[in-house]
């Protein structure tokens, strides 16, 4: 995407995100690359949205969503490494918020698939939202997430996303429910090896991320917390792309 102008942009993404009128500012949002390295292929866990959705309908996509603020109160094991809090950190977000915007992914990923990333312990809360760590005795822990990548959506767009991708491996899933998440969001959750998951019908913006990732892994395997992170954005109706 890096180079393209707008108009060839809306094309690749038309399907997407629909246009909308006035300026609308991007919301935070954490989506999670839950990484499985067994057998021969490193595969990604990915759901495909409903039908019913106004946002990307039938799209494939990994567990994410809006951060909630409140996120940033909830107990964890271990906060996150800070080689990777000062890449979420910047001038409009705070510690707090990068910490909020780290365990929404956490959360996300447990509600649309059922996976609970943290470390086996005691672990109280009065919030609905987490209630399945406190009922399967799992403390969040941030300590293993690692910054893939960070976007923010398009000018026009009727929904506007701040989105980091964030990475972990299935060997941090501490408790995996046999029913999945207790929402609908996702459906059809399956593990796909990458070069598989780049010819799903995906978004433009997630097909991108996963060439990152796809050429990182081939150089750094574990995904050391240093590595580098690509940031897209548009600037002058043109995609730009730095690395953080």
Known sequence: MEGMTRAEVDK??????????GPKRPRDAATLILLDRDGRD????????????????GKFVFPGGRTDPADSRIPVAAGLHPEVESKLVNARTTVARARAIAMSALRETYEEAGLLIGRKGAFETGKADWAGFAENSVCPSLDRLRFIARAI??????RRFDTRFLAAFKDDVAVELPDGGPTNE??????????????ADIP????????????????DPELSPGCPAPFYYMRHNRFCRDVL
């Open 42 to 57: 490193v595969r990604v866990l990915m759901g495909r949205r409903h039908m019913r959705h106004a946002f990307m309908p």
């Open 153 to 158: 959506t398009p000018p026009g767009r009727v």
């Open 186 to 199: 996702l459906e059809e959750i399956v593990w796909l090896p990458i070069s598989q998951a780049k010819e």
């Open 204 to 219: 433009a913006i997630t097909r991108t991320v996963l060439g990152d990732l796809e050429a990182q892994l081939k150089e």
């Open 12 to 21: 690749v993404e038309n399907k997407d995100f629909a246009l909308g009128a």
